[in-house]
């Protein structure tokens, strides 16, 4: 009988708040070419090593160490606690590994002791529910890359982007339903931004993203790779299943880079849009993220909660992600549960 386990994949966190490990963890992230994708070598290299890491460490090291816990980094803590319910909701039968795309635990590590432990069969589960390339992509390629390195013999299937699966839509309904039942005037969408030539770039057909006026809402193939058109899908669901007004929420994009155009609206320029337009108590979810993290909690928590009261906001609430929450491990589950009955191969 096959010997069947799961990996869960996320994106990863420093070692510490040291200046040092900060510097070590952004060089991996940002050596990422489907991250940092500049077309050509030598303009890459310069980018990270000229600019960005010479720069960009010591700011970071502080976001870090606004939010870091006793436990370590919120990410790495939140996805172990994830790990460990899920492990117990399956029972010994199907054990359940964790993995970091960057920095510890490293999936190779993952993958060295799922093969020594006798592991024939894979259940990959990218913790990002929308189709990016910088995010779900790099990992699964980078699992793949792996498996055929430790254990080529080993059977990999993957949970592709579940942004509009009616369970984990509920999922996320449970996260902000106790929200909702207080006053609020609107409610923000905050997604991770991307640059506005990735979207095309995961075009294959090169003629429908950004090019097919309102093309978010045309059906096309292309959408399966389209991380706008997901996240679209995904605000539109869940508003439906929370019956919320159209004109009490919206979408905005954070964490850009400078250099070149990314998606719109940013985040920060909206935080201060709604409290001048006199939104007084906001709430913000930030869906791309199932495990709070830097971006959820230093960038929004803090960050943004700020940048809404100093605009004249009064009440700010910023939802914590899926994290562990009893409807995201039943979701986790049931996906491998229909994976083990031979439902998704």
């Known amino acids: 009988m096959a010997q069947r386990a799961v990996l869960l994949a996320n994106l990863g966190s ?8 900060v510097r070590r963890y952004l060089a991996e992230f940002l050596g990422d070419e489907r991250v940092l994708d500049a077309p050509r070598q030598p303009l890459r290299w310069l980018l990270l090593h000229g600019i960005i890491l010479r720069t960009r460490p010591a700011k970071s090291a502080h976001a870090y160490a606004s939010v870091w ?3 370590g980094s919120p990410l790495i803590a939140a996805s172990r606690k994830v790990q460990q319910k899920l ?4 029972g010994p039968e199907v054990p359940v590994a964790l993995a970091m795309r960057y920095g510890r635990p490293s999936v190779a590590t993952a993958m060295a002791q799922l093969a020594s432990s006798g592991v024939s069969e894979l259940l990959l589960i990218p913790q990002y529910p929308h189709y990016a390339m910088s995010s779900w992509e790099t990992v699964v390629v980078h699992v793949r890359n792996e498996v055929a390195r430790l254990a080529p013999r080993l059977r990999l299937d993957i949970v592709p982007p579940f942004y509009a699966e009616a369970d ?3 999922a996320l309904h449970a996260t902000i339903r106790p929200f909702l039942s207080q006053p609020y005037d609107h409610l923000l969408f905050s997604y991770h931004g991307l640059p506005v030539r990735h979207l095309r770039k995961a075009d294959s057909s090169r003629a429908h993203c950004t090019l097919v006026p309102d093309c978010c809402n045309c059906s096309s193939p292309a959408q399966a790779t389209c991380y706008k058109a997901q996240i679209t899908r995904t605000t539109e669901l869940l508003a439906r299943r929370a019956g919320l007004d159209p004109a009490r929420y919206s979408i905005s994009f954070q964490s850009r880079l400078v250099g070149e155009p990314w998606l719109r609206p940013y985040t920060d320029f ?6 001048a337009e006199g939104r007084k108590r906001l709430l913000v979810l930030t869906p791309a993220f199932t495990a709070d993290c830097l971006e959820t909690l230093e960038e929004m928590r803090i ?9 004249g906001g009064e009440s700010f609430a910023h939802i914590p992600c899926l994290n562990d929450h009893p409807a995201y491990i039943d979701f ?12 998704s191969r």
């Open 14 to 21: 420093p070692e510490s708040t040291s200046v040092a490990d």
């Open 69 to 71: 816990t006793p436990e």
């Open 87 to 90: 492990a117990a909701a399956l």
């Open 168 to 170: 984990y839509i509920e």
């Open 270 to 275: 909206e935080l201060k849009r709604l409290a």
């Open 303 to 311: 960050a943004g909660r700020a940048t809404f009261l100093q605009g």
């Open 332 to 343: 986790l589950a049931g996906r491998v549960r229909q994976w083990c009955a031979g439902g």
